[in-house]
């Protein structure tokens, strides 16, 4: 299935974009409803007969988030937890993605493997009285520290066991040349593997920075303060009692779903250039 | 699916160099920061959650004590929730990664090719993961509703329905209509990693095995596949984990409704520790679901393991 | 390893917070240093000769809702009267409130005080948390003009436990009248057969009559009323704080019982004046259903109001009764409360506000005017007088915990509805799941 097998407009490329076509209409059918939503005036929203494009546009529920609603402090503490969140991950994950990657043999590594997926199976809901006193002992509730160290550990093991996926495809001949040169295994990390999972890397990034983006339980239970609240849990401030403020609080969504996408636009040339291919000699 | 981990896969042979264990020191270095996160923040709530499990420990009830195995005999006996939970659980589970792989890894490959626009299909795509589960739920809820979704609308409109359908409200369609919603937010992680994944496969193979006249299908099944078997599981293992602890979706969706026909053992253990306060037995239960993962877990890694000795042998 | 840290160090410390597209957020931005924690949340001295009181009051009432502005105004007016309190509220949604109240209690660090529902009082009772506040409130000399209903949702054994309430959401029959024009149906119906025959000639005119929630935390705050209007309660108090559910103790109360259930069942499948897919309805469904006009009516609260901006035509004919009743007329109260703990650092202050809020002067305020729980406050309105009318016969929870009963309940009529179980059925199971419940928390 290589491009040149392909001619233009060939049967299998129609199917190709056929393909596409259907995709995409899953993938974003409730999103293009969140955002007429969104757009549309508070009597035109939750009708009998509902219309997927709105009559008269209008851009007074985004006015409504911006304005008189605290969704910037949210969205700041947000991006400040979640690149923070992401870093970390990386750092961490990257040293123990290689270290089981390619000493998977030596005593004890299996073991914290298993203990990482091990770690993965307390259902969450349980670990929200125990880490909310583990926090306060620590003194981080109300501190988006709490959040960090949290949505870090909660990162970590998929984005190790990941890691060690695409480790497990880099060639170890380099290293080994390397290392018989006296290199320093954090040098060989940094200067040889490292560069040759670069798509794998911008994977986990993503993967840890959305986590923390939309995680809600852990953001609610441990931030009561208003200006440190989360993006996530601060949509609530849209939902009353009995009823729900939809126009403002599907802007607010729209609004949320903008900064991951867009990074993932930036990001892709780093995903899918064709960096680990070269090196590769399968 | 420990045992996994620690196995490198075949495409990158660990190395053998025949040295002190005192050189690998740094190895330990390395996971150490990840060991030390576990530690720290959930192997106290583990055994935290092992003790609440032999007590009976009501929120709304003063005081507790040691009861032994009570709760989880209590649990085993429970013909109307516990057993068709776990059904649910395993249905829910399997139904989700197993929808979440298949169209995560189709929706690569096809993103792989060398279609025009392709950088932007592949941001579109990666939209469902992004929304935050509260606001993907609220609003599926309200496209599959029967009075004024207008999911049911248009399906009717176009005369694909006779008549509108509560699927998240009919006995027979909650529990299919929460997967689909599920599928519908977590493929697209599967296919931004598997597309990652992809372009570490080598090009030079695939040209090659094309010239020799393999088919489309022969060179994805035969080289492309086996590349992606590490971070497959990585995916597959973890995302089981999650979905079948997950309780967010489904609570949100349906609370576990219509008549618990949505209800998985992580809704349960969220009933117990949330509305009804039981926590002891919201421990047992939990305990109960980490055996059931294990048993998993251990039965596909025996399973593997017979068969790579196979192989070699 | 040795750069990436010091790079996490920069955002912490506020690096981040200068980045263009931050800047554009301006003061609400400022804040610095947001990744501290709070130091001391108790006291906040602040050195000007008086040392002030900080107390940590967590509302759900966020800055876009629409009273936001009448609610601050409260606030306000407290703190211009004690300048030595300072009120810290912080906003945690309705939906939020029990499970944050629940696992800080776990946690031990609860605020001062917390804006609650009715049904979580007795659950915060049992988990002995309330503060006793008997000596303050039989010092209080306002304390009468407050219907009594609702001061029985905190009286405990002729002991006040954690608070006051503050204002009353109160349920009504709502229906459109020009439905019931165009069906020939002439007056709102009085009793549960009128609902029917109302239901029935509706039906002619090709609209579904009524509709219920199936689940949802609504579910049960509407067919407890139905109970009620045939004498019966969910559980009554036994003497020392003790509950039961009677029912199966005696045929008479069972049959009046399964009558409840066979009045759900017949709405909706031998007449068929309730759409089936209300056995699945949530509070959600209901109402957007009702402001629709889908449904012609239903029993539904004054934030229906909030609905007339959403769907102003089909809003615009709606009309007000009281619940229909079988045997003795009955309405459910849901009294909010303000509450505190016994472990507040501050219970003086804490008692300050709570008098407030609950006092002459802020509940003729346009916070709470509309829904007073004061009988010396009166207001008049479409939204107002059909629904205060009604607090003669409103009734309040009794005083169980309510997290597995709710459940139970919400379980026996979807059985019923979804024809898995016979009313009769139903009904004993119900009692008996009421009793063992009682047992299990200790209120049997």
Known sequence: MTSTTWRRWSWPVLLAYACVAVLLAYALFPVLWMVSTALKPTPEIRTAEPTFVPSRPTFEHFGLVLGQSNFLTYVRNSLLVATTVTAATLVVSTLAGYAFSRFGRLPGISLAGVAMVLGQMVPGVLLVVPLYITMNNLGLLDSLWSLILTYTTFSVPLSTLMLKGFFDQVPTEVEEAAQLDGCPPSQVVWRIVLPLAVPGLMTTALYAFVQSWNEFLFGYTFISQDDRRTLTPGLADFIGLWTVDWGALMAAASLAVLPVTLAYLYLQRYLISGIATGATKG | ?313 | MDRTPSAITDILRGAASRRRFLGRAGAALAAPAVLAPVAGRATAAAGRGQETVELEYWWPVAANNADYANMVAVLDAFQAQNPNIRVNAQTVSFEQLENRVTVAAQGGNLPDVVWSLPETIPTYQRMGILADLTEQWDAWEEKDALYEQTVAGITFDDRILGGVPHYLGIRAYQYHADQFAEAGVEAPPETWDDLVAAGLKLKEAGIPGFGFCGQSVRQPQEVIVYFWQNDLDIAVPTGDGTFRNTWTDNPEELARATEVFQFYYDLMHTHGIVPREAASWGYTELDTNLAQATIASAVDGPWMVGYEDENPETMADIAFAPIPYKRTPATFLEVAYQVTFADSPHPAEAWEFLRFVAGREAQAMAAYVNRSVRSDVEAEGKWTTPFMDLVPQGRAWPQIALGQISQHMIDAFQGVLLEQSTPEQAATALSEQVNAALEEQGQA
Do not use: C
């Open chain 2, 1 to 313: 699916m420990g045992i996994q981990i620690a196995r490198p896969a075949r495409a990158a042979p660990a190395l053998r160099l025949p040295r002190p264990l005192a050189r690998h020191g740094f190895v330990y270095l390395f996971v150490l920061p990840s060991v030390l996160l576990l530690l720290g923040f959930t192997v106290w709530p583990l055994l935290r959650t092992f003790w609440l499990s032999v007590q009976d420990v009501n929120l709304v009830r003063p005081g507790s004590e040691f009861v032994g195995l009570a709760n989880f005999r209590t649990q085993l006996a429970d013909q109307t929730l516990f057993w068709p939970a776990v059904w649910h659980s395993l249905v829910w589970t399997v139904g989700s990664v197993g929808g979440e792989y298949l169209l995560g890894l189709g929706a690569a490959v096809l993103l792989n090719q060398p279609l025009r626009g392709r950088g932007l299909f592949r941001m579109l795509v990666l939209i469902p993961w992004t929304v935050p589960i509260v606001i993907a739920a609220m609003t599926w809820r309200w496209i599959l509703q029967p009075e004024y979704g207008i999911g049911n609308v248009l399906l009717v409109r176009a005369g694909l329905l006779a008549e509108p359908v509560y699927w998240l409200g009919d006995l027979s369609t909650a529990l299919g209509a929460t997967i689909f919603v599920n599928v519908w937010r977590s493929f697209p992680f599967y296919t931004i990693t598997l597309l990652a994944a992809l372009q570490a496969v080598p090009k030079e193979l695939l040209e090659a095995a094309a010239i020799d006249g393999a088919s489309a299908w022969e060179r994805f099944w035969r080289i492309t596949l086996p590349h992606l078997k590490g971070v497959s599981l990585a995916l597959i293992v973890l995302h089981v984990v999650w979905t079948f602890n997950n309780v967010e979706f489904i609570w949100l969706l349906t609370e576990g409704g219509p008549l618990h026909a949505s209800e998985t053992l992580a809704t349960l253990v969220y009933r117990m520790a949330f509305r009804t306060f039981e926590i002891s037995e919201a421990a047992a239960l939990s305990v109960m679901m980490i055996v059931l993962l294990l048993l998993v877990g251990g039965g596909y890694a025996v399973l593997g393991r017979r068969r790579e000795e196979r192989r070699t042998t």
